[in-house]
């Protein structure tokens, strides 16, 4: 069985081809530039390099029909036909509270996506052009939904509400949904297998960090707080993103530099975060080029990003009453040694405590705590494509 995984952006297209009977990677790429100038797919066929295939793509039916001939193709394809294909998998990035599991997409389903275009402007309309476009391309394969927000649906009121006046939650469902869900399930998992228990018996703190970066509490393999809110912007302080601030600072910042509150908005989620306060760059790994060469400022800057994330890996062992193990992943938790170092620095009194030898991994499953510490701190590499992929298989199995 092939599950087509298919995580649309706005203006591009990641895919993975899986072959479920050993999750193997059988193709994967990407295409960019999707109704722009120099569209393009790179496209690399396992065991094969990477092929730059370019293409007038005009939008992202074009875009899933250059994938389906790059798959099917005799020079860089994988399956002799688009039979091959099982079932797609497709990465949806608001479910609402529609959505606490994955599930097969109908008319129905199609309606829901877009009653949460409201709640993600900028992410369900692709998912939903992706969605279509598979449908009109591949009739009759089964089409797959996986929010980002489903597995946080298990969150208790008194985290997910806003203390704000209540109709607007009963009014526009205004409240905490949280991000990353699809990633935090899969390194929930993972982590139970690898300390070889059940994670039903587990309390997890999971630092997704990466361009975007959310901290997750896992009670027994259920989220219950997470750090983003009712869109990616709250919580941490991210690439470009602010991450919490005073809400009366929007007003400030749209008084002061006569923007309207659209624009304050634009500056938050763009020019903001590590990006904004250390005026060098949105990449930790410039940060700490910058760093090592002295600049004080790059310097400030990791300092804030790690003690907002220690802040609230002490926040959620406060709200689970301790924590087995704190877990990081994503680019800059598979990474960076230096800011999971600087991170665990503030948790010695949950009992963590790093071995520097064993920190110094990248992209590895790695137990990096010293020998006496009480909290594991590890590092997980997420595979979001693969969680996809798994719920795709079991949902088409059962139909
Ligand atoms: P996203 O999926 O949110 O775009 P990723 O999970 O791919 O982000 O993470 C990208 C970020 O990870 C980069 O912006 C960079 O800051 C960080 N990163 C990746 N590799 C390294 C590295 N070797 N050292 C430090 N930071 C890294």
């Known amino acids: ?209 990466g361009n975007g970066a959310s901290v997750c509490a896992i009670d027994g393999g259920k989220s219950i707080d997470t750090t983003m809110g009712l869109t990616p912007l709250e919580g941490l302080a991210m690439g470009t993103r602010s991450g919490d601030l005073d809400p009366a600072i929007v007003q400030f910042i749209a008084d002061k530099e006569h923007l309207t509150l659209k624009q304050v908005i634009e500056v938050l989620n763009k020019q903001s975060g590590v990006l904004g306060v250390s005026e060098i760059s949105s990449d930790f790994r410039d940060l700490e080029d910058a760093c090592d060469a002295g600049n004080e400022r790059a310097m400030v800057t990791m300092d804030l990003f790690a003690y907002r994330v220690a802040k609230y890996v002490g926040a959620y062992a406060a709200a689970m009453n301790g924590i087995d193990a704190v877990v990081f992943t994503a680019g800059l938790g598979e990474n960076s040694g230096v800011v999971r170092e600087d991170v665990c620095k503030y948790l010695n009194f949950l009992g963590v405590k790093v071995d520097k030898d064993k920190n110094k991994c990248r992209g590895i499953e790695q137990d990096f705590s010293a020998e006496w510490a009480h909290c594991k701190s590890l590092v997980i590499p997420t595979n979001e494509e693969l969680m996809i992929a798994r719920d795709t298989k079991d949902l088409v199995d059962n139909l």
Do not use: W
């Open 1 to 209: 069985m092939n599950v087509l995984v298919i995580n649309c952006g706005s203006s591009s297209l990641k895919y993975q081809l899986i072959d479920m009977r050993d999750e193997r990677v059988i193709a994967k790429g990407l295409c960019e530039r999707i109704g722009i100038e120099g569209s393009r797919i790179k496209h690399t066929a396992a065991d094969k390099d990477a092929v730059i295939i370019n293409g007038y793509m005009p939008d992202h039916k074009a875009a899933i029909k250059f994938v389906i001939d790059a798959l099917v193709s005799p020079e860089t394809g994988v399956i002799k036909s688009v039979d091959e294909i099982t079932a797609v998998g497709h990465r949806v990035v608001h479910g609402g509270e529609n959505f606490s599991s994955s599930t097969i997409i109908d008319a129905t389903v199609m309606n829901a996506i877009r009653d949460c275009i409201d709640l993600a402007p900028l992410h369900n309309p692709a998912n939903i052009v992706g969605i279509e476009a598979c449908q009109a391309l591949m009739p009759g394969t089964p089409q797959v939904a996986v929010f980002d927000t489903a597995f946080h649906q298990t969150m208790p009121e008194k985290a997910y509400l806003y203390a704000v006046p209540y109709e607007y939650y009963r009014k526009y469902k205004l409240r905490k949904y949280g991000f990353h869900g699809t990633s935090h399930k899969y390194v929930s998992l993972r982590t139970a297998e690898f300390l070889g228990k059940k994670v039903e018996d587990l309390k997890l703190v999971i630092c997704h960090l």
